[in-house]
């Protein structure tokens, strides 16, 4: 199911040029097809064949599908023990519907800044934040770029907290010889757009617990046959299953998720190639103990003499272009219900330095050199025209 073909004349493309795109063929339609022809739409063997395909993937010994990336941390958060009272720490530069489980669960949620390069968590901020109520860190691999698994882990079990890994972002991405996924007693993925496997909704757990995986399916969704037991009624489980069609997209992706990926990086090394020439654009970071990167979308970290207005108006610029762009991230602490909380401008500098001028460009396997050309010229024609010269870290 590819895109709809665009031609391009000296004044831009027919047709937009999207910040995400799922990336369906043949294998999807088929797959979506068989599962139509079964007698169950959900609970059925494609959600069990996906889980054994994507743990198998990864290198893990169990997956959960669930019906979106929020509700896998809630329910992880509860496997886990984790409630009312009890302190997780993450990071206001992060999936933030992940994040906002731990708000839903009614647990205390605790801040801390990131590493500006790579826009993950920094292990050292996150250590201050660290009581004796703290009984998680929830860490995000941040638009691919895997975070600082080895610091963690010590710190992890320096404190005997439990670690949960955010690899929304980053599926595909490598740190020391691991894919992504593999680093957190339980990880979680989100499946919506602009995730690059992306099958509308849903999401995924991981782990290698046998007990935290049991106790994951059952509060994913109550079985036919646990209906009458008092032992496994005692909790109330969620409604959170995966359907039948969300898995057929799902597995059918990660059948051909080498390609996937292989197109997506090829995306981002014509990128790479067409901002060399963009004075003063530095090379997206990546940290000396990490293999691979696989970013989610292509974001470029514009100079501080870039104004809020400025940046709007490059979006604009660009819209009117038919690019779809956007600023990378606006920080946990200062979305509306979080500011109601006591959260400042001001407590988390790095984040806010990153969500002032990072702008978010389209990344999908569907864009071809000519795309890309385009995009970064546009780019780099608003940035003149704003008056603020090139873009810089």
Not at 188 to 203: I, K, R
């Amino acid at each position: 199911m590819s895109a709809v073909p665009q031609t391009q004349d000296d004044e831009g493309f027919d047709e937009a040029l999207r910040l995400s795109e799922p990336d369906l063929g043949d294998v999807e339609q088929q797959l979506v097809a068989a599962a139509l022809q079964q007698p169950r739409l959900s609970a059925g063997p494609m959600v069990a064949a996906f889980e054994q395909r994507f743990a198998a993937w990864l290198g893990r010994a169990h997956a959960v599908a669930v019906a979106s990336g929020t509700l896998g941390t809630w329910i992880a958060l509860r496997a886990l023990g984790i409630g009312p009272g009890d302190e997780v720490i993450a990071s206001p530069n992060s999936w933030h519907q992940v994040a906002h489980a731990v708000t839903l669960l009614g647990a205390t949620l605790k801040l801390a800044d990131i590493n500006y390069w790579s826009g993950c968590l920094d292990p050292v901020r996150a250590a201050a934040q660290i009581t004796p109520a703290t009984k998680a860190i929830l860490v995000g691999n941040v638009n691919g770029h895997p975070a600082a698994w080895a610091e963690f882990h010590l710190l992890a079990q320096q404190h005997g907290v439990a670690l949960i890994e955010d690899s929304t972002e980053a599926l595909g991405s490598r740190y020391q010889g691991r894919r992504v996924g593999s680093f957190g007693d339980v990880s979680v993925f989100d499946f919506s757009q602009p995730s690059t496997l992306c099958c509308g909704e849903g999401g995924m757990l991981v782990t290698d617990d046998e007990k935290l995986a049991a106790e994951a399916r059952y509060l994913r969704q109550r079985e036919l046959a646990d209906r009458r037991s008092v032992s496994v009624g005692s909790r109330v489980p969620l409604q959170a299953g995966m359907s039948e069609l969300t898995a057929a997209l799902g597995a059918g992706q990660l059948a051909r998720i080498d390609d996937i990926l292989a197109r997506r990086q090829q995306v981002a090394k014509n990128y790479l190639d067409e901002m060399l020439s963009f004075e003063g654009i530095k090379p997206p970071y990546i940290a000396p103990d990490v293999d691979e990167v696989h970013w989610m979308l292509y974001v470029v970290h514009l100079g501080k003499r870039f104004t809020a207005s400025a940046c709007d108006q490059i979006v604009e610029d660009l819209a009117q272009e038919l690019i779809e762009c956007a600023l990378y991230c606006q920080p946990l602490h200062q979305q509306f219900h979080y500011r109601q909380l006591g959260w400042q401008r001001g407590q988390f500098p790095l984040a806010e330095r990153i969500a002032d001028r990072a702008l978010a460009l389209p990344l999908h396997g569907h864009l071809n050199a000519d795309h890309v050309k385009f995009i970064v010229k546009t780019l780099k024609d608003s940035s003149v025209n704003v008056g603020a010269g090139a873009a810089i870290y």
